[in-house]
């Protein structure tokens, strides 16, 4: 396989060679050579990495929280296709805020999916688990059922993580909580990246949390309050401190444009990361699903039926980058490094999340559009092609 186009990182017109799942060869453009993707228009990206993904078109990697009429035991290959086709081919299949019982269900399915399908374990190897161990306090809270919240037990998540098959690579917990502590350091001691989410923490408190190895915040500026401390609170505490990657949802619903600007100079390409947070209602027809509960907008938005109030993501990474891409000064290279290097770095995944010779083909092709998504040439994992525009 050959691919024509611009090099992300560096502008550069090339030819990739593709044999089996690697890159073998990358040399100038040929405007003669045949190639099976792309064009002189055409962007060379490593494959897009979503490390918050909760559901999409109807379907849902969590048990027992949406009954859309899908088939949930096909959810994994479904929802690849559809996060393909945004762009996307890695993404963190993310468990949320649930009984312990439908944690497990939700675990055991999905490892039962992957299990008999080695593409899908290779695309969603890596799970995220957010929640239950967050505030219990409502505007932090989200949607996560108050019900269901409880303070941190290792006892607890290694009966999630055996559920998982040792899969849950993200953690998302509310630094506050008591136990927190001991237990970010003992899941850091296990390979799990610890992220703060969800979290009313003091300064101190998310200080104490980095230092005991916390390295992520889940959807900074979201799962907050409308009203906070104007000077010391959980928002800045965390903007501020560089041993944080700052995982943020520019949807265009979840953050203003002039916020995600000044996220974006504050951490840099380096401690940034794009996430969709899509949610099962996403990709589906405007209206009240959820018995009466939810509204999907004519433009996507997820609603509370009746509220201005967001109830979930319901747009995927094309959305995300092309936002990002009008709405940063971080340009086109680091753009691409918050949702393909840094992801790549953060699940300790090898030889993917850049472009060069001896990686893994993990590549997104796509052009860019004046407004709007990107346009989506195609999405590629370990050179098999996960999605083709016609």
Same mark, same amino acid.
């Given at each position: 396989?050959?691919?024509?186009?611009?090099?992300?990182?560096?502008?550069?017109?090339?030819?990739?060679?593709?044999? $089996?799942?690697?890159?073998?060869?990358?040399?100038?453009?040929? =405007?003669?050579?045949?190639?099976?993707?792309?064009?002189?228009?055409?962007?060379?990206?490593?494959? !897009?990495?979503?490390?918050? !993904?909760?559901?999409?078109?109807?379907?849902?990697? $969590?048990?027992?929280?949406?009954?859309?009429?899908?088939?949930?035991?096909?959810?994994?290959?479904?929802?690849?296709?559809?996060?393909?086709?945004?762009?996307?081919? #890695?993404?963190?299949?993310?468990?949320?805020?649930?009984?312990?019982? $439908?944690?497990?269900?939700?675990?055991?399915?999905?490892?039962?999916?992957?299990?008999?399908?080695?593409?899908?374990?290779?695309?969603?190897?890596?799970?995220?688990?957010?929640?239950?161990?967050?505030?219990?306090?409502?505007?932090?809270?989200?949607?996560?059922?108050?019900?269901?919240? %409880?303070?941190?037990?290792?006892?607890?998540?290694? %009966?999630?993580?055996?559920?998982?098959?040792? %899969?849950?690579?993200?953690?998302?917990?509310?630094?506050?909580?008591?136990?927190?502590?001991?237990?970010?350091?003992?899941?850091?001691?296990?390979?799990?990246?610890?992220?703060?989410?969800?979290?009313?923490?003091?300064?101190?408190?998310?200080?104490?949390?980095?230092?005991?190895?916390? #390295?992520? +915040?889940?959807?900074?500026?979201?799962? +907050?309050?409308?009203?906070?401390?104007?000077? #010391?609170?959980?928002?800045?505490?965390?903007?501020?401190?560089?041993?944080?990657?700052?995982?943020?949802?520019?949807?265009?619903?979840?953050?203003?444009?002039?916020?995600?600007?000044?996220?974006? #100079?504050?951490?840099?390409?380096?401690?940034?990361?794009?996430?969709?947070?899509?949610?099962?209602?996403?990709?589906?027809?405007?209206?009240?699903?959820?018995?009466?509960?939810?509204?999907?907008?004519?433009?996507?938005?997820? =609603?509370?039926?009746?509220?201005?109030?967001?109830?979930?993501?319901?747009?995927?990474?094309?959305?995300?980058? =092309?936002?990002?891409? %009008?709405?940063?000064?971080?340009?086109? +290279?680091?753009? @691409?490094?918050?949702?393909?290097?840094?992801?790549?770095?953060?699940?300790?995944?090898?030889?993917?999340?850049?472009?060069?010779?001896?990686?893994?083909?993990?590549? @997104?092709?796509?052009?860019?559009?004046?407004?709007?998504?990107?346009?989506?040439?195609? =999405?590629?994992?370990?050179?098999?092609?996960? !999605?083709?525009?016609?």
């Amino acid at each position: 396989m050959n691919i024509t186009g611009k090099l992300c990182e560096t502008g550069e017109h090339v030819q990739l060679s593709i044999e $089996n799942d690697k890159i073998t060869q990358i040399q100038p453009a040929d =405007a003669n050579a045949k190639s099976t993707f792309g064009a002189p228009d055409v962007w060379i990206a490593p494959g !897009f990495i979503d490390v918050q !993904f909760n559901g999409y078109g109807g379907y849902d990697f $969590n048990s027992g929280i949406w009954d859309t009429g899908f088939d949930q035991n096909q959810a994994a290959a479904n929802i690849l296709q559809l996060a393909a086709k945004a762009g996307t081919t #890695r993404l963190c299949p993310t468990v949320v805020t649930n009984t312990k019982e $439908n944690i497990i269900a939700s675990f055991r399915s999905l490892t039962k999916q992957l299990d008999a399908d080695p593409q899908l374990k290779t695309a969603m190897g890596c799970f995220h688990l957010e929640g239950p161990y967050l505030s219990e306090k409502d505007g932090l809270r989200g949607a996560h059922p108050l019900d269901c919240i %409880r303070d941190p037990d290792w006892d607890q998540f290694q %009966r999630f993580q055996e559920a998982a098959e040792g %899969r849950i690579k993200i953690f998302t917990l509310a630094p506050e909580r008591p136990g927190s502590i001991p237990f970010i350091e003992k899941a850091v001691e296990n390979g799990v990246v610890i992220s703060l989410g969800h979290t009313g923490a003091t300064p101190d408190q998310i200080r104490d949390a980095v230092k005991a190895g916390a #390295r992520m +915040s889940t959807h900074l500026g979201n799962g +907050s309050q409308d009203q906070i401390q104007r000077h #010391r609170n959980y928002m800045f505490a965390q903007l501020a401190d560089d041993e944080l990657t700052a995982g943020i949802i520019t949807d265009g619903d979840h953050l203003p444009p002039e916020l995600v600007k000044i996220y974006a #100079r504050v951490k840099g390409a380096d401690r940034l990361v794009l996430v969709s947070d899509a949610a099962a209602l996403g990709g589906l027809p405007p209206g009240i699903y959820g018995g009466g509960t939810h509204e999907v907008l004519p433009g996507g938005k997820i =609603a509370l039926a009746g509220t201005p109030y967001l109830a979930g993501a319901g747009h995927l990474l094309d959305v995300c980058v =092309a936002n990002a891409l %009008r709405w940063t000064e971080l340009g086109m +290279s680091g753009i @691409t490094q918050s949702v393909s290097t840094n992801p790549a770095n953060l699940l300790d995944l090898k030889n993917t999340g850049n472009v060069k010779v001896g990686n893994l083909a993990d590549l @997104t092709l796509f052009r860019e559009t004046p407004e709007g998504p990107l346009d989506i040439v195609a =999405a590629i994992l370990e050179g098999k092609v996960l !999605f083709q525009a016609s």
